[in-house]
T-cell receptor, first 113, second 114 residues
Framework: DQQVKQNSPSLSVQEGRISILNCDYT??????FLWYKKYPAEGPTFLIS?????DKNEDGRFTVFLNKSAKHLSLHIVPSQPGDSAVYFC????????????FGKGTSLLVTP | NAGVMQNPRHLVRRRGQEARLRCSPM?????VYWYRQLPEEGLKFMVY????????ESGMPKERFSAEFPKEGPSILRIQQVVRGDSAAYFC????????????FGSGTQLSVL
């Protein structure tokens, strides 16, 4: 039973364009949302997060949008760079229930020159 | 490098053997988490430990798996009598405290069971 879904296994974007990665969740009790980036043979590295009291958080080229009514989260990268090519995982938690981060299966982003 | 250190990077075991995976958290971090990633899957939470205490093991299989984080030394994830289905990447993460904070992950241990 997948509580966190990333329905696009892969995405290809041209350098300089916007990359939009999407994530849907089913549990309305989730209240903290993170994006991690993972290169091959490395562990995930934290990218950006947002709490349920906000609907947008921006950090440089990265912006996360949260639509609680739709239970939808998205990560925008603009402009995209070849070094952004990696697997992106959304990770979500319910701060009032346990300590687990619930990860999606990931979206593999390829930014082409 | 003061990051989360995991060893070994690769571990090969035959069915029925024991696997021991080690994790040293970032300096100053006293909270350790273990996650498992099966092929084509996302990371799945296994266990959360603080020094000498298991806080949440809701993701740990009931049999063959155990974890510890002693007062001195690294955290250990132990898998007894490994089976082929245990083949996965095992990631350790640490945090300084408040579980709302982001986790810092190690590079993982790739366990292969023959």
């Amino acid at each position: 039973d997948q509580q966190v879904k990333q329905n696009s296994p892969s995405l290809s974007v041209q350098e300089g364009r916007i990359s939009i990665l999407n994530c849907d969740y089913t549990n309305s009790m989730f209240d903290y949302f993170l994006w991690y980036k993972k290169y091959p043979a490395e562990g995930p590295t934290f990218l950006i997060s947002i709490s349920s009291i906000k609907d947008k958080n921006e950090d440089g080229r990265f912006t996360v949008f949260l639509n609680k009514s739709a239970k939808h989260l998205s990560l925008h990268i603009v402009p995209s760079q070849p070094g952004d090519s990696a697997v992106y995982f959304c990770a979500i938690k319910n701060s009032n229930s346990g300590y687990a981060l619930n990860f999606g299966k990931g979206t593999s982003l390829l930014v082409t020159p | 490098n003061a990051g989360v250190m995991q060893n070994p990077r690769h571990l090969v075991r035959r069915r029925g053997q024991e696997a021991r995976l080690r994790c040293s958290p970032m300096k100053g971090h006293s909270h350790v988490y273990w996650y498992r990633q099966l092929p084509e899957e996302g990371l799945k939470f296994m266990v959360y430990l603080q020094k000498e205490n298991i806080i949440d093991e809701s993701g740990m299989p009931k049999e063959r798996f155990s974890a510890e984080f002693p007062k001195e030394g690294p955290s250990i994830l132990r898998i007894q009598q490994v089976v082929r289905g245990d083949s996965a990447a095992y990631f350790c993460a640490s945090s300084p405290g408040d579980t709302r904070e982001k986790l810092f992950f190690g590079s993982g241990t790739q366990l292969s069971v023959l």
